[in-house]
C-alpha cells in the first residue's frame, strides 16, 4: 500500500496542503468548490484522507510545528529590594450636613356639587 505525504502550510490565518502522490507532481488539496485553502487543519486533513481512500492509500502528514517563545533574557546583576516603608495615610472623608426636605402635606380639595 502507497503512503501519500500531505504538507501542511498555515497562511494569513487558513491553511493549504499539498500532496506528494508517487508518479505525479506535488498537488495543491482542494475543496469541491476550488478554493485551495482551508479555515482548519481538520478540514484539510478530511480532504486528504478523501483523496486517499480513493487511490486506497494511507495519509502522512507533515505538519509545521508551532514556534516556542523565545525566553526573556535576565540580567547578571541582582537588585536589592529596597526598604521603603509604605505608610496608609489617613482619608478623611467630608461629609455634608443632609437637609432633609419635608414634603408638605397636600391637601385634596373637594368640590361641593350644588343641588
Given at each position: 500500500?502507497?503512503?501519500?505525504?500531505?504538507?501542511?502550510?498555515?497562511?494569513?490565518?487558513?491553511?493549504?496542503?499539498?500532496?506528494?502522490?508517487?508518479g505525479l507532481?506535488?498537488?495543491?488539496?482542494?475543496?469541491?468548490?476550488?478554493?485551495?485553502t482551508f479555515?482548519?487543519?481538520?478540514?484539510?486533513?478530511?480532504?486528504?484522507?478523501?483523496?486517499?481512500?480513493?487511490?486506497?492509500?494511507?495519509?502522512?502528514?507533515?505538519?509545521?510545528?508551532?514556534?516556542?517563545?523565545?525566553?526573556?533574557?535576565?540580567?547578571?546583576?541582582?537588585s536589592k529590594?529596597?526598604?521603603?516603608?509604605?505608610?496608609?495615610?489617613?482619608?478623611?472623608?467630608?461629609?455634608?450636613?443632609?437637609?432633609?426636605?419635608?414634603?408638605?402635606?397636600?391637601?385634596?380639595?373637594?368640590?361641593?356639587?350644588?343641588?
Amino acid at each position: 500500500m502507497t503512503t501519500l505525504t500531505v504538507t501542511v502550510k498555515e497562511r494569513q490565518g487558513s491553511f493549504e496542503g499539498t500532496v506528494d502522490v508517487p508518479g505525479l507532481k506535488r498537488t495543491k488539496l482542494a475543496r469541491k468548490d476550488g478554493q485551495t485553502t482551508f479555515e482548519t487543519t481538520g478540514a484539510l486533513k478530511t480532504t486528504a484522507r478523501a483523496v486517499a481512500n480513493r487511490l486506497g492509500s494511507t495519509v502522512e502528514y507533515n505538519e509545521p510545528t508551532n514556534k516556542a517563545a523565545k525566553k526573556s533574557i535576565k540580567s547578571k546583576t541582582t537588585s536589592k529590594p529596597t526598604s521603603k516603608k509604605t505608610t496608609k495615610k489617613p482619608t478623611s472623608k467630608k461629609t455634608t450636613p443632609t437637609s432633609k426636605k419635608t414634603k408638605k402635606p397636600t391637601s385634596k380639595k373637594t368640590t361641593k356639587t350644588k343641588k
